[in-house]
């Protein structure tokens, strides 16, 4: 299994909604990635997962929440998000903290309305 | 810090002909260099990358990729063009002190029959 797998394809919501996305790999990569991406734009770093320990957070707003239940899956938490956050999420992984290149899946489309 | 620039947001070629996209990058360590693909909604997937060794570096589709350290550039090229190529192709820099890629804003590339 090569693939990084990404649920739902696409998502609407409204503003007062939660709901999660969900990511899972079973390539034994330790580290996990949330990045968005709005159109015609490059991905933005959101969080860094490393052996399941939260290493990386670029300063996102608390109404993202990320989890990292086991080494395979990832989650990202919303809550009260505001139109603006509409975007394409990105899920990545790799092997460990390396150079080597990410496995990226094919993203959550993301709508607030 | 490093930075990458990506020459042209858009690149338009006939089916057939030379694939040529720019990409310089800064670094004050040796450089990991990176392109990825992005077709119309889906992820970005790793065309190729270059981390140490041979500096002509061939990646999937028939891409491949020169790095040169005396121009700081990292140029994408095909030598025949399909209409299949028609994506947004992102390059990006990480090293060894900073895992994290930072990638290009990306370009665009066109392909007529």
């Known amino acids: 299994d090569t693939e990084v797998t990404q649920t739902p394809k696409h998502l609407v919501m409204g503003m007062t909604n939660k709901k999660s996305l969900k990511c899972e790999q079973h390539?034994?990569?330790?580290?996990m990635y949330w990045y968005k991406q709005k159109a015609k734009k490059p991905p933005e770093l959101m969080f860094v997962?490393?052996?399941?320990?939260?290493?990386i957070n670029e300063s996102v707003p608390s109404r993202f929440s990320p989890e990292c239940p086991n080494s395979s899956l990832l989650n990202l938490h919303l809550h009260a998000l505001q139109p603006e956050d509409s975007a394409l999420y990105l899920c990545?992984?790799?092997?460990?903290?390396?150079?080597?290149?990410?496995?990226f899946g094919s993203g959550t489309r993301l709508t607030v309305v | 810090a490093q930075s990458v620039t990506q020459l042209g947001s858009h690149v338009s070629v006939s089916e057939g002909a030379l694939v040529l996209l720019r990409c310089n990058y800064s670094?004050?360590?040796?450089?990991?260099l990176f392109w990825y693909v992005q077709y119309p909604n889906q992820g970005l997937q790793l065309l190729l990358k270059?981390?140490?060794?041979?500096?002509l570096v061939k990646g999937i589709n028939g891409f491949e990729a020169e790095f040169k350290k005396s121009e700081t550039s990292f140029h994408l090229t095909k030598p025949s063009a399909h209409m299949s190529d028609a994506a947004e192709y992102f390059c990006?820099?990480?090293?060894?002190?900073?895992?994290?890629?930072?990638f290009g804003r990306g370009t665009s590339l066109i392909v007529h029959p």
């Open positions: 990545a992984s790799s092997q460990d903290r390396t150079v080597y290149g990410y496995t």
């Open positions: 390539m034994g990569h330790r580290a």
């Open positions: 990006a820099v990480s090293d060894q002190r900073s895992y994290i890629p930072t």
């Open positions: 270059y981390t140490t060794g041979a500096t």
């Open positions: 670094s004050s360590v040796p450089p990991y």
């Open positions: 997962y490393s052996y399941e320990k939260l290493s």
